[in-house]
C-alpha cells in the first residue's frame, strides 16, 4: 500500500508541475526565467521552513548536508536553467517530449549504478506513456524553428538532472524525511538563483509588479515549489525512481487540459488519445502481472 501512495504522491506531484505552468507562461512576462526560479523555490522554502522547525527529526544529519546542498544545485538550480534555455530553441510541445523521456533515462542510469533492476514490464510501461505524450502534442511537433535540435538537447540534459537527483536522493529521504531533505536542497537551489539573479539585475522589473504578479509568484512558490517537491520526495520515499519518474508524462498532459479549460484552447481528439495511452502505461508499469512476475528470483534475472 505504501507503493500505492508513493505512485499517486508521484503522479499528483506533475500534476501539480503541469498546472505551474500556465504560472511561469504569464509571470515571463513580467520578469525573467532565473527571477521566476528564485521567486519560486525561495517561496517554496519559505513555506516548507515552519515544519522542518516542527519536526522531531530536524535537518538532514550534517555528514549528509554536503550531498544534500549537491543535489539541491542539481535539481533546483541546473535542471530550471536548462530547463528554462531548451525553450529558446525549441518549441514547448518537443521540449515536454524531450522531458517525457526522463523515465527512460532513470531506467538506464538506474541499471547502470545497480540501483535499480529493469523489468520488461516497467519498460513497456514507460514506452507507451512516451508515446502517449507524443500523440498528446501531435499537433505541436510538426512546427520546429531552426536549430530545435540545441533546445531538444537541453531538454534531454535537464531530464538527465532529474534521473540523478530521483536516484541519488532516495537514501538521503529515507534518512532524513521528505520534508527536511526538500527544504534543504530547495534553499540551495534557490540560493544560487538568488545570486544568479542579482548579478544580472533580474529583479529590478519586480517594482512594477502588481497583484496578478504577485499572485503568480506565491503560487509558483506554494503549489508549484512546496506542494510539488515535497510529494516528489514524498514519492521517491516509498517507490522505486523509474515509478516515480513515469508521472512526468503527466506533466504535459496536465498543461493542455489546463489550457484548455482555462484559456479556451481547443480540446483535440489527440490529446484525449494521449492522456488515455499515458495512464495505461502508467498503469502497466507500477503494477505486476502476475505472482511469477512479482517473485525476486525472476526480477533479478530480468
Known sequence: MGETWGVLAAVLSSAR????IGATRYLVNAID????????????????????LI??????ARRDWLAVIGLGLLFFAAFPILFNASLIFTTAARGALALS??????????AVLGSEQLTVRKT???????????????SGLSAAPEGAWRGDLLMVAAALCMALYSI?????????GPIPFTTMAMAAGAACLILASLARGSFAPVAAFGVPQWFGAVYL?????ALTFYLWAFALERTTP??????????????????ATVLGEPLRWNLVVGIVTVFAGIWIATTQSSPVEADPAVQKLR
Request: charged share 10%.
Open 168 to 176: 541519488w536522493s532516495k537514501p538521503f529521504i529515507r534518512r532524513s
Open 221 to 225: 512558490g506554494a503549489f508549484g515549489a
Open 55 to 60: 519536526q522531531r527529526r530536524g535537518w538532514p
Open 124 to 138: 513497456t510501461g514507460v514506452l507507451v506513456t512516451i508515446t502517449g505524450v507524443a500523440m498528446a502534442l501531435l
Open 33 to 52: 526565467p532565473l527571477a521566476i526560479g528564485s521567486f519560486r523555490f525561495g517561496i517554496g522554502f519559505l513555506l516548507l521552513l515552519p515544519f522542518v
Open 242 to 259: 523509474t515509478r516515480v519518474a513515469i508521472s512526468v508524462t503527466v506533466n504535459p498532459i496536465a498543461a493542455s487540459l489546463v489550457g
Open 101 to 110: 523521456t526522463l523515465p527512460l533515462l532513470t531506467m538506464a542510469v538506474g
Open 17 to 20: 508541475g503541469g498546472t505551474s
